[in-house]
């Protein structure tokens, strides 16, 4: 998948990936200052070089935010897409660009997570089906995560090449696809973390997404 990227968008993902890095470990909810003082300290004013920028790398740099705040925590990321579709409109391919990045954090994180208690249970040293039933489920959050980050890509490259109309279009298939994920990701955390672990970190998914949005 980083070979898709390109040299800037791999440099700006490994600075947000460094900067959660920095920020403790999972746990209650930021205030809303806190979020905005996150997303801004990484994405950098609202003006001059910024707002010179192609709508197709502002919107790379967005979702790598929200892809490693997610990986981070997946609470975090949530609340960083909430903030970001509340502060500034976003259209439909912006709001499910995001989205995909977001869920991809989530599923690396739940990944990393899950794999380790599947460890601890035991599961990778047995071969009863339900064992190899969890380690399929694994796996298949490593291909969703990067069918995800690679959805995301290509809008960004199209709105890029300022083909807005193919984004668009393409964009319906994807918002699905993160649908698909998220869904994914709350039942594999749920069968080997428990649902305590998902009302902490994966709950409140109802975020109003732009092409979702009613008069």
């Given amino acids: ?29 930021g205030a809303a200052t806190e979020i905005e003082a996150i997303w801004h300290d990484l994405d950098g004013s609202q003006t001059g070089a910024n707002e010179a920028a192609s709508p197709g790398s502002r919107l790379s740099r967005h979702v790598s935010i929200l892809e490693e705040a997610a990986r981070h925590d997946p609470r975090l990321g949530r ?14 391919v912006e709001a499910i660009a995001c989205r995909l990045g977001r869920a991809a954090g989530a599923a690396a994180h739940v990944l990393e997570a899950g794999a380790s208690a599947a460890r601890e249970k035991g599961y990778y040293s047995s071969s009863l089906m339900d064992f190899r039933g969890a380690q399929e489920r694994l796996a298949g959050l490593v291909s969703g995560a990067e069918l995800a980050r690679l959805g995301a ?4 490259r199209l709105l890029e090449k ?12 994807l918002g699905a696809r993160a649908a698909a994920l998220e869904a994914d990701v709350r039942s594999v955390a749920g ?10 970190r994966l709950d409140a998914d109802e975020i109003l997404y732009a092409d979702e949005r009613t008069p």
Avoid at 193 to 199: F, P
């Fill in 162 to 173: 300022g083909q807005t109309e193919r984004a668009a279009l393409e964009s319906g298939a």
């Fill in 79 to 92: 609340d960083l897409l909430a903030w970001r579709a509340a502060a500034a409109p976003s259209d439909p």
């Fill in 153 to 156: 890509c290509r809008l960004c």
């Fill in 191 to 200: 069968s080997l973390l428990g649902q305590s672990w998902v009302d902490a």
């Fill in 1 to 29: 998948m980083d070979e898709f990227k390109t040299g800037t968008e791999t440099a700006f993902r490994k600075n947000a990936a460094d900067f959660f890095a920095r920020l403790p470990g999972p746990g209650p909810a």
